[in-house]
């Protein structure tokens, strides 16, 4: 048994746990991204960053990968980990805004700006379809290649791999991938929609781009739009127009 | 390719069929091709029982090697911090605009390789420009034609 200090709180728990499973265990809200439960620790996204150690010589690691020691002292929610949070969030909004988990991601943690160059990418190198690939279908398709800022995930030679057997479960872990979030037509990267009252996507969308295919399901589009919002969709779609123009 | 195949499997019997000797192995093919063959390649999985997928990453990981055929002379030059701020990006266009090629570009005959590359370990003599493995110091915009010149009268 090692017992550790979460939050203040005395914890116990076997060796060989990470940070990441005890507080898990807890019921202690640590956000991951490139963490997956039947795969492997990457350690690649930062998210799950914790503070551990004692004021005045705290350092920064992401739980997923850092083992519970005994004695360790471990906080969940400091402004350092919160700002360290915010900026990974914000830096993989800047790559691949159109994913829905990351917008999801943005507005939970109130990532509200995007200060870097847009690029509109469909990876953030997260590693799961590469570990999804190796270690659950035994497939060995895909992995990195390059390095620097031409790292990619291809296939051998980016052709159709030989090895894959088109299981579909590099796409169903994707966080890029798997929901494709349109977001209004924002100025920004940064969509902050999904996770406020107001009704969103038919104020910008018609039914057909629903991605539920199911439309009316979700209610949003039911809700009766009231002429305000109307109003404020044509301001906004005029105001992009001169922007473009 | 049954010949091929044999030179291939001569190289990995070399290192004893040993999947730590994968660099060297790439090496020795890299020599003898001037790139890597995804044939080639794909005998070395196979031998070695390394997925294909993790000898590419490595293949891509070193600017050593190439997946792409390479030309049978390779001109490297450095724009490395030193260099850069000597005028390597000039030296760099120069050559550019002689070879007729753009940098990471084989020349269509397959004579020429252009390649950059982030310091060469030598910053004093930069800027540096390495042509087959021979390193020219302090190289200017004017010397660029005549070592051309030097370096390729010889055949
Ligand atoms: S679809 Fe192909 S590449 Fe994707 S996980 Fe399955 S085997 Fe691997
Ligand atoms: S393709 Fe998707 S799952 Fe794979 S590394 Fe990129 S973002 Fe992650
Ligand atoms: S979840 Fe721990 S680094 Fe990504
Ligand atoms: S920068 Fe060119 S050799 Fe170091």
């Known amino acids: 048994m090692i017992t550790l200090k979460i939050n203040g709180l005395e914890v116990k728990t076997e060796e060989g746990q990470t940070i990441l499973d005890v507080a898990k265990f807890y019921g202690l809200e640590i956000p991951t991204l490139c963490y997956n439960e039947g795969l492997s620790r990457y350690g690649g996204c930062r998210l799950c960053l914790v503070e551990i150690g004692e004021e005045p010589k705290t350092k920064l690691v ?184 | 390719m049954e010949a091929e195949e044999l030179k291939v499997k001569s190289y990995i019997t070399k290192y004893n069929n040993e999947k730590k000797a994968l660099i060297s192995i790439l090496q020795e093919v890299q020599e003898e091709y001037n790139y890597l063959p995804q044939e080639v390649l794909k005998i070395v999985s196979k031998a070695l029982g390394i997925p294909l997928i993790d000898i590419i990453g490595v293949a891509t990981f070193y600017r050593a090697f190439s997946l792409e055929p390479r030309g049978k002379h390779l001109i490297t030059v450095c724009l490395g911090t030193a260099c850069h701020v000597r005028g390597g990006p000039k030296i760099l266009e120069e050559f550019e605009r002689k070879l007729n090629i753009d940098a990471g570009e084989t020349s269509k005959d397959g004579q020429f390789s252009l390649e950059t590359v982030a310091c060469l370990g030598c910053c004093a003599i930069g800027p540096v420009v390495v042509i087959d493995g021979d390193y020219h110091a302090q190289i200017t915009i004017r010397k660029v034609g005549s070592i051309l010149k030097k370096h390729f009268k010889k055949e």
């Not at chain 1, 570990?131 to 030679?157: H, L, V, W």
């Open chain 1, 62 to 245: 992401s739980s997923c990968t850092y083992p519970a020691e005994e004695g360790l002292v471990v906080r969940t929610d400091t402004k350092r980990v919160i700002e360290a949070r915010k900026m990974m969030i914000e830096l993989m909004l800047s790559v691949a805004p159109g994913s829905k988990i990351i917008q999801d991601l943005a507005s939970k943690f109130g990532v509200k700006q995007v200060r870097f160059k847009i690029r509109n990418e469909e990876c953030i190198l997260c590693g799961l379809c590469v570990r999804m690939c190796a270690e659950q279908m035994d497939g060995r398709a895909i992995g990195f290649q390059n390095r620097g800022y031409k790292r990619k995930i291809s296939t051998p030679f980016d052709t159709r791999s030989e090895e894959c057997r088109l299981c579909g479960g590099c796409i169903y872990v994707c966080p890029a991938c798997q929901l494709r979030c349109q977001g209004p037509d924002a100025d920004t990267a940064v969509c902050n929609a999904c996770l406020t009252m107001d009704p969103t996507c038919l104020d910008f969308h018609d039914e057909l781009q629903c991605w539920m295919y199911d439309v009316g399901r979700c209610g949003t589009c039911i809700r009766e739009k009231t002429e305000e919002s109307n109003n404020k969709k044509r301001t906004q779609k005029s105001k992009q127009k001169e922007k473009n123009a």
